[in-house]
């Protein structure tokens, strides 16, 4: 099997190098179209800002090719904010894949810190992402920015408000929290995106 992770210039994609090979899986991480296009599954990570970074894609023309791959691809954080339709860091148009956008959390209380950083629970889990789970797992996030529960959540969490956690359409999987980050909870759920 054939695994690559898209390289572009957003970080964490050593730490997701790192937990496929704890999984005793060894990934390429490349930019190059045809290599993309040939593997058998697809990682989009990121961690950066939007607008620059959809910039990037655009310029090396990543932008299509992402939107068009038919075999199973997983976005994380920043990746799966990018696959919605806009964002409002940096006003920023993205690739459109889910048909919602992307907000910035705003403090209800004085308690409510941005970003939403540590460990939280995942709830209402549908996608294969998560066979196998039978009790609210938790998971590692760091994110500003959320996208709202709407047609295509597949694990909703809650801070500030509740919000999409993970998203879920066709071949397109994504999660805002980090699997590579998420220990053996984090190991279950790449390992089922490599089962697919």
Known sequence: MKIV???YNAGNIR????ALKRLGVSAEITSDK???LAADKIIFPGVGEAATTMQYLKKEGLHTLIKDLRQPVLGICLGMQLMCRYSEEGATNCLGIFDTDVKLFVPQKQEDKVPHMGWNT????NSPLFKGFTKEEFVYFVHSFYVPVNDFTAAQTNYILPFSAALHKDNFYATQFHPEKSGTVGERIIQNFLDL
Do not use: F, P
């Open 122 to 125: 995942l709830e209402n889990l």
């Open 34 to 36: 045809e290599t993309i």
């Open 15 to 18: 730490s997701v190098d790192y």
């Open 5 to 7: 992770i898209i390289k």
